[in-house]
Nanobody, 124 residues
């Protein structure tokens, strides 16, 4: 059974940057698509970004395009989310997820396992 552990969240001022990491254990990530989702208080869990098993294909929510970058290092069994130009509306708990297919998806129902999340707070 795969375990996913997110890290890198914290408090940042608007306009600042953070890099989130998602480390996997129990299964090599190299053949699976991965994604980041986020959930703000009182709201549904929303798609942020996804990446194919090789890293050659990525997809982003419109709200983060041009500001966030998803990447992966299969040798380290880790997926990253580089977040730049952060806005107060980016504040949420960020979750990583794994999908037992090679192609990325923006649908949370397509993902089979989730981490516990890391909190991102953006001050204005």
């Amino acid at each position: 059974q795969v375990q996913l552990v997110e890290s890198g969240g914290g408090l940042v001022q608007a306009g600042g940057s953070l890099r989130l990491s998602c480390a996997a254990s129990g299964r090599p990530l190299s053949t699976y698509a991965m994604a980041w989702f986020r959930q703000a208080p009182g709201k549904e869990r929303d798609f942020v970004a996804a990446i194919s098993y090789s890293g050659s294909s990525t997809t982003y929510a419109n709200s983060v395009k041009g500001r966030f970058t998803i990447s992966r290092d299969n040798a380290k069994n880790t997926v990253y989310l580089q977040m730049n130009s952060l806005k107060p509306e980016d504040a949420a708990v960020y979750y990583c997820a794994i999908r037992q297919y090679r192609a990325p998806s923006s649908n949370s129902r397509d993902y089979d396992a989730w981490g516990r999340g890391t909190q991102v707070t953006v001050s204005s």
